[in-house]
């Protein structure tokens, strides 16, 4: 096969990568994408490391995209007429003094992003690589996704800009309203559907089944492509060094084993020497993978995801649960679960320290803080939250803490408006007041 082929996990078997498969034919197996990786080391570790170093302080197309600065990594089979970019990547990892009980953590702010989250990464691949399957003359009528309301967006911006027909299934009242407005506007064939995210999902399998419909879900190994970026993109920005451990929510669990990916091409290609440890954050209310890790995944059973603030990663039958395992196992990982309770009050935490982190953040920050009281993660550890979405993409849940609304949180931090008459010395009293109380 040449450069770059889809490969199924369990068996190994191999298929062309313009290939229309989501599954092995022969085991029912998911597919990865793989690379020659031998021949990408025509480039030495320090030659690769130049090369990504020049790229980003470049603005030509398409190197202004994180994602396409390392092309030859992720999606060589697409030209550069296919590509469609939005922007995505090279977002800011910021460093935060006093947070989750360390004095000090780095956070990958994903959610600073064309559509707010890190589906980004991987949807540029995935929408480009459609593009290029149609101009072969592969006959694709529309690419399809069922989403907790972050895959939509993508999904419908990217195809929007391609000129290529969306269709979004959505579980109808689980989603911000803020994620279902994006792919309204963008023009998608928008259905809310009265399941959850688990049914959307097993709805555009078999509407999928039907290959002039091309599945969008990071069960498609192309998204991992792209997404696989964000470790290669953590280590550049820390001076290509490695951190010791990289804390991520997961739901569908796409997002870890595409984190793991890029960091072992790093390995494998000489970029770094060792791997950092890998940490899944769960919410309590949507936990399978945690259960799961409880039994060292020898036992996994799908759960039935209850409601959670953490609605992007309310998945209770995750599609890429054994590539997870695979990259956990790989990594030295831990998982680790969050309640509502904590997930609420670190995502405040954290916005009290000038950050806005949405919900799935807020879990991470919360398993973080567990794992640092019990002695697991040292204060000297160097430690990278990946920040998954933007905080105003949440913002009935900002407002529901704040004014004391939500189930089973207590909102430690809430911090409602002051509403009171016009009164200027009634004002001057009341701000003497609350500065002080601060
Ligand atoms: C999709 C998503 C996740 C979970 O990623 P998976 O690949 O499904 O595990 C976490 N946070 C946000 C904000 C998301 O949109
Ligand atoms: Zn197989």
């Known amino acids: 096969m040449p450069g770059t082929w889809l490969e199924c996990i369990r068996c190994?078997?191999?298929y062309s990568i313009n290939e229309i498969a989501y599954r092995c034919e022969s085991c029912g197996g998911l597919l990865d994408v793989e690379h020659d990786v031998d021949?990408?080391?025509s480039r030495s570790a320090a030659e690769w490391k130049d090369l990504f170093s020049r790229r980003s302080r470049m603005s030509g197309w398409?190197?202004?995209?994180?994602?396409?600065?390392?092309?030859?990594?992720?999606a060589p089979q697409i030209d550069a007429e296919n590509i469609v970019s939005l922007g995505e990547g090279y977002t800011p990892l910021l460093k935060v003094r006093n947070l989750a009980g360390l004095p000090e953590v780095w956070v990958k702010e994903c959610g600073i992003s064309h559509t707010g989250s890190f589906k980004d990464l991987g949807m540029t691949v995935l929408v480009s690589h459609v593009r290029q399957l149609i101009s072969q003359g592969t006959q694709i009528r529309a690419v399809a996704c069922a989403s907790t309301g972050d895959t939509s967006a993508a999904l419908a911006?990217?195809?929007?800009?391609?000129?290529?027909?969306a269709i979004i299934f959505l579980p109808r009242g689980k989603i911000s309203t803020a994620q279902l407005a994006q792919p309204i506007a963008h023009g998608?064939?928008?259905?809310g559907l009265e399941t959850d995210f688990d049914g959307c999902m097993e709805i555009v399998q078999g509407i999928t089944s039907d290959h002039s419909i091309y599945l969008a879900n990071s069960m498609n190994a192309l998204r991992i492509e792209g997404q696989k970026t964000v470790g290669m993109e953590i280590v550049q920005q820390l001076g290509w060094e490695i951190p010791d451990w990289i804390v991520i929510p997961a739901g569908n669990l796409g997002n870890i084993s595409a984190l793991g990916r890029?960091?072992?091409?790093?390995?494998?290609l000489g970029l770094i020497d060792r791997l950092p440890r890998i940490v899944a954050a769960q919410a309590e209310n949507a936990n399978p993978l945690y259960r799961s890790f409880l039994t060292d995944f020898e036992d996994y059973q799908a759960v039935q995801a209850k409601k959670t603030l953490a609605s992007a990663i309310q998945i209770g039958a995750p599609v890429s649960y054994e590539r997870a395992v695979k990259a956990l196992r790989a990594f030295d990982g831990i998982v680790e679960e969050a309640s509502e309770d904590e997930l609420a009050e670190a995502s405040a935490s954290a916005d009290r320290a000038g950050l806005y982190a949405c919900p799935q953040t807020g879990v991470a920050l919360a398993v973080l803080e567990k794992l640092v009281s019990r002695g697991r993660i040292k204060h000297s550890d160097r430690v990278v939250v990946i920040s998954t979405a933007h905080g105003l993409k949440f913002t009935d849940?900002?407002?529901d803490y704040h004014e004391?609304?939500?189930a089973d949180v207590v909102s430690r931090h809430a911090n409602p408006p002051i509403y009171m008459k016009a009164d200027i010395d009634a004002v001057r009293d009341r701000l003497a007041a609350e500065i002080d109380r601060r």
């Open 12 to 14: 190994g078997r191999r």
């Open 39 to 41: 021949a990408l080391k």
């Open 62 to 74: 398409p190197y202004q995209s994180g994602v396409w600065a390392k092309k030859e990594w992720v």
């Open 157 to 165: 911006a990217y195809a929007a800009a391609a000129g290529i027909p």
């Open 188 to 191: 998608a064939i928008v259905l």
């Open 262 to 268: 890029g960091l072992s091409m790093m390995y494998k």
């Open 397 to 399: 849940f900002k407002v």
């Open 404 to 406: 004391g609304r939500l």
